[in-house]
């Protein structure tokens, strides 16, 4: 079974744009019908197509977002969704503006360690 490329892209509102979001998931081939789009507040994770695309992946898929704060803004579920994703799921992701986040690299215990503190920052950073 082949493993598959997913996108995931979230804007906080209906009138927002997800034009940038959409043009960094094309420039890596992420197939239009694996990109999954809400327009919701990431104060949750009450988002019906984020629950559809945890449904699809399969240990082994790569998810790709632009940004870690399109996963939402609360610190504690960013680090809590993250570790299911990776860590229970078995599924990579890699965040597009920042390269330190992409769990295809590094799977050493030190390459770990780097990324986890680096998401730890980034996520809080996201909530403030």
Known sequence: MENKIYGYVRVSSVDQNEDRQLMALNKVNVPMKNI??????GKDFNRPQYKKLVRKLKVGDLLYILSIDRLGRNYEEIQNRWRILTKENGIDICVLDM???????GKDLMGTFIADLVLQILSFVATV
């Open 99 to 105: 390269p330190l986040l992409d769990t295809r690299n």
């Open 36 to 41: 999954y789009m809400d327009k919701l507040s």
